[in-house]
């Protein structure tokens, strides 16, 4: 599965959640057109409806329904890529003016890396890459001795 097909399902489900959380619903509102194409607008109308309704009556007392509506409109954002190619562009077009409509509807990743143990390496990434590089070798260390040494 393409990076950018799980970047943009992630994104979109994490945008989607954080609009409707906080009632900002203009461009969210056009989201199940996106299922025209698969016959299903009107369910995914009824579905953003449905977690609109959740997130309202969930917050703020419990902050774990929003992680799961996020993930559950993800898993459907992904499936409607994999299937509609074309949806992509959409996507990306309705997810730039929510963000334009509403500026505080943006994602944030948080990542923590931890590495405890005696001469441990601890790596994380975002939408990247690592690239490791060796470190010189210290002074007296992986060089030959030299001839004179040897006699």
Do not use: F, K
């Amino acid at each position: 599965m393409s990076e950018v097909i799980e970047s943009l399902a992630h994104e979109g489900g994490t945008v989607l959640v954080t609009a409707l959380a906080t009632g900002l619903v203009g461009a969210a509102r056009r989201l199940p057109q996106l299922w025209r194409r698969a016959g299903a607008e009107e369910r995914m109308a009824a579905e953003l409806e449905r977690s609109a309704r959740e997130l309202a009556d969930s917050q703020p007392e419990n902050p774990d329904v929003g992680t799961r509506v996020a993930v559950v409109w993800e898993t459907r954002l992904r499936d409607l890529l994999l299937t509609d190619p074309a949806a992509r562009g959409e996507l990306e077009h309705l997810l730039a003016e929510m963000r334009r409509e509403h500026p505080q509807v943006t994602t944030t990743t948080t990542q923590h890396v931890t590495a405890s143990a005696p001469n441990s390496t601890a790596q994380g990434v975002i939408g990247g890459s690592i690239h490791n590089h060796a470190p010189a070798a210290p002074p007296g260390l992986g060089t030959l001795p030299s001839s004179d040494a040897r006699a």
